[in-house]
Nanobody
Framework: QVQLVESGGGLVQAGGSLRLSCAVS????????MAWFRQAAGKEREFVAA????????NYEDSVKGRFTISRDNAKNTVYLQMNSLKPEDTAVYYC????????????????WGQGTQVTVSS
């Protein structure tokens, strides 16, 4: 059984930084595409970032380009999202996802999901 557990969320002031982690158990992430999505209150879940199985390619939603960085450590079975220059509009529950479509930006392209971690950015 594959499980994804996010951590690192919290409350931060605008302009601050947070680093989210996603620890995966039940299988190696070595062959999996990994991604982060987010869902703000009252809105649909949206794509944030994705990374190829080997870490050599990434894909970002336009509003986070230059501020967020997705990375992975296959040896630790963990994926990260470094978030800098945070804005109030980044407030959402952030979800980690794993799947088999390289750099996919749609929820249906991912087979495994975590429970999410809340990120709140105050102005």
């Amino acid at each position: 059984q594959v499980q994804l557990v996010e951590s690192g969320g919290g409350l931060v002031q605008a302009g601050g930084s947070l680093r989210l982690s996603c620890a995966v158990s039940g299988r190696t992430i070595g062959g999996l595409a990994m991604a982060w999505f987010r869902q703000a209150a009252g809105k649909e879940r949206e794509f944030v970032a994705a990374i190829r199985w080997n870490g050599y390619s990434t894909n970002y939603e336009d509003s986070v380009k230059g501020r967020f960085t997705i990375s992975r450590d296959n040896a630790k079975n963990t994926v990260y999202l470094q978030m800098n220059s945070l804005k109030p509009e980044d407030t959402a529950v952030y979800y980690c996802a794993a799947g088999f479509v390289t750099l996919g930006a749609r929820s249906e392209q991912y087979a495994y999901w975590g429970q999410g971690t809340q990120v709140t950015v105050s102005s």
